[in-house]
C-alpha cells in the first residue's frame, strides 16, 4: 500500500491535501508545493514515476520514501498494485502588480498625497516608493558642466493592510519630505512591491516636482 500527501506552501492559504482520498484523475497545485509519498510493503511492489519536479538527482523509484516539490505540470504515477496514477496542473505563482495615480497632491502643511493600487495572487508583503533627484529635468544654465554630488534616494515604506487581504490593495501613500533635499526640485518616484515569493513587480517611474513648503 501507499500513502500521499501534497502541501502547498504557506503563503497560498491552500490546505494540505491527503492523496489518498483524492478521486478525481486530475490535481490542481500551486507550484512550490510539496510532494511526499510513502510506499509501503516488498521493495520494488510500488514505484514511483513522476515528472513534475525536474530533478535530477531523484533517488531509486522504489525508494520507500520520496520527497520533491512541483516545478511544473506533469504525471504523477504510483505504478504497481494498487497504486494510481494523476494530472497534476501546476498553477505559477505571478509576480505582484503595482499601478500608482499620474498625479500627487500637495496639503497646505507640504505633506505630499499619491493614491495607488496593487495586488497579488496570494497577497503583497511590502511595498516601497524610491524618490530621486530627476537631474535630467533641471535647467542648468551659465556654464555649470560639472555634475553635482549624488544625492542618496529617499526610500518610503507604503502603507499596507494589517489585517485582511492583501491581494487587491488601494491605499495612499503620505509623507512630508518638505525638508529633504529634494524638495520642490523635479524627481522621479519608482514604485515596487513584493510578494512572498521574492518576487517584484514595479510600476514605471514617475516625474513629478517634489512638493515642499511655499514661501
Known amino acids: 500500500t501507499w500513502e500521499g500527501w501534497a502541501k502547498p506552501p504557506a503563503y497560498t492559504g491552500k490546505p494540505a491535501l491527503y492523496l489518498n482520498d483524492q478521486t478525481a484523475d486530475q490535481l490542481t497545485l500551486p507550484t512550490g508545493t510539496k510532494l511526499q509519498i510513502r510506499l509501503y510493503g516488498s521493495p520494488g511492489a510500488l514505484i514511483l514515476s513522476e515528472t513534475v519536479s525536474a530533478r535530477t538527482d531523484a533517488p531509486a523509484a522504489s525508494d520507500p520514501v520520496q520527497e520533491f516539490n512541483v516545478t511544473q505540470s506533469g504525471d504523477l504515477d504510483i505504478e504497481g498494485k494498487g497504486g494510481r496514477k494523476w494530472q497534476v496542473i501546476a498553477t505559477p505563482d505571478t509576480a505582484p502588480k503595482i499601478t500608482p495615480e499620474a498625479t500627487t497632491t500637495r496639503e497646505a502643511d507640504a505633506r505630499f498625497k ?102
Open 114 to 215: 499619491q493614491k495607488f493600487t496593487a495586488s497579488d495572487d496570494y497577497g503583497v508583503t511590502k511595498g516601497q516608493a524610491t524618490i530621486a533627484l530627476d537631474l535630467a529635468a533641471i535647467t542648468r544654465r551659465f556654464g555649470l558642466t560639472i555634475d553635482p554630488e549624488a544625492i542618496a534616494p529617499v526610500i518610503l515604506d507604503l502603507p499596507l493592510p494589517v489585517k485582511g487581504s492583501r491581494a487587491d490593495i488601494k491605499s495612499t501613500l503620505v509623507d512630508d519630505l518638505s525638508k529633504s533635499v529634494l524638495a520642490n526640485l523635479p524627481v522621479t518616484i519608482a514604485y515596487a512591491v513584493t510578494d512572498a515569493a521574492g518576487q517584484t513587480g514595479s510600476a514605471g517611474a514617475l516625474h513629478i516636482t517634489l512638493p515642499g513648503r511655499r514661501f
